[in-house]
T-cell receptor, first 113, second 114 residues
């Protein structure tokens, strides 16, 4: 049962524009959400996270928005750069579940010149 | 600070064999989680260890096991390998394993079962 869903398998965006990645979840017990970026032949790299008690968190070019009522979060990357081309994973965790992240299927982002 | 390291990076085995993968966490991190990544199932949680104790386990058969040593290094073992065990195995470390502790991943071990 896929509790974290990324319904867009791919996204193409022009350099300098905004990339918006979406993620939906079904389990209301999740209380922490994370975004990871993954290049081929490497492990996922942590990007940004947000607690369920917040609705927005910013870190440089990356902003994550959380809408708890809709069970939806999004990652905004502004401006997009060629080095942002990678697979982005949304992940969620629960306080009562040690060390377990539940991942979405990922979104392949391609930033074009 | 050195990142999470995993050895070996690549491994080829045949059906029925067993395999052991190793993970060294970031210095000071006591929680190690293991994940399996396949094209069909994505990233799936295997188990988590903290202070040599397994605290959490995913939905994998008993052929998948692990352990953690007193220096927080961890190993996972897969016995009686099946073709479907071919995957990228990732380990991740965090300081406590709590939900609000970011996990930092190693580069993974690519296991191919023939």
């Amino acid at each position: 049962d896929q509790q974290v869903k990324q319904n867009s398998p791919s996204l193409s965006v022009q350099e300098g524009r905004i990339s918006i990645l979406n993620c939906d979840y079904t389990n209301s017990m999740f209380d922490y959400f994370l975004w990871y970026k993954k290049y081929p032949a490497e492990g996922p790299t942590f990007l940004i996270s947000i607690s369920s008690i917040k609705d927005k968190n910013e870190d440089g070019r990356f902003t994550v928005f959380l809408n708890k009522s809709a069970k939806h979060l999004s990652l905004h990357i502004v401006p997009s750069q060629p080095g942002d081309s990678a697979v982005y994973f949304c992940a969620a965790s629960r306080t009562d579940s040690w060390g377990k992240l539940q991942f979405g299927a990922g979104t392949q982002v391609v930033v074009t010149p | 600070k050195a990142g999470v390291t995993q050895t070996p990076r690549y491994l080829i085995k045949t059906r029925g064999q067993q395999v052991t993968l190793s993970c060294s966490p970031i210095s000071g991190h006591r929680s190690v989680s293991w994940y399996q990544q396949t094209p069909g199932q994505g990233l799936q949680f295997l188990f988590e260890y903290f202070s040599e104790t397994q605290r959490n386990k995913g939905n994998f058969p008993g052929r998948f096991s692990g352990r953690q040593f007193s220096n927080s290094r961890s190993e996972m073992n897969v016995s009686t390998l099946e073709l479907g065990d071919s995957a990228l195995y990732l380990c991740a470390s965090s300081s406590t394993g709590k939900a609000n502790n970011e996990q930092f991943f190693g580069p993974g071990t690519r296991l191919t079962v023939l």
